[in-house]
């Protein structure tokens, strides 16, 4: 299977973001949640039914588009991890997550470059079939 330029970039970009996507959704999430406006008008309220501020979050979390984007690239990325080998997980921890060359990598797993290749494709593969999925 070959994938189109376009797609191909697509997942790449999607591995590259993890660690903004991670910081993205807490910082989107702590920000609503932590608007704390009282109700203004006055009147009681009756225990345990949720305010009209809890229901407005719920809103804004379900309806923020940069915050669903990110979960969204976010799952794809966990799911695909839950599919491939184990020298593709580790592909992931070390040239997506922490930024080490690809012949440092290459080096620490003594594998091949055209293993490291099929290892790291695979992974970009089975990213864009998670992506696919979730559209």
Do not use: W
């Not at 799911?79 to 080490?100: G, H, M, W």
């Amino acid at each position: 299977m070959r994938l189109n330029k376009e797609d191909y970039n697509k997942a790449v970009g999607c591995l590259k973001r993890y660690n903004y996507n991670c910081i993205n959704i807490m910082n989107i999430q702590s920000d609503i949640l932590s608007l704390s406006i009282s109700p203004i008008d006055g009147m009681p309220k009756a225990p345990y039914k949720v305010g009209d501020t809890t229901l407005n979050k719920l809103i804004q979390l379900e309806q923020n588009v940069d915050l669903q984007k990110s979960i969204r690239e976010y799952k794809a990325v966990i799911q695909a991890l839950q599919i491939v080998n184990k020298e593709s997980k580790y592909i992931f921890e070390e040239e997506f997550r922490k930024d080490k060359y690809k012949y440092n990598i290459i080096e620490e797993l003594h594998i091949s470059e055209e293993t490291y290749k099929r290892r790291k494709r695979s992974l970009i593969y089975a990213v864009h079939e998670e992506l696919k999925k979730l559209t």
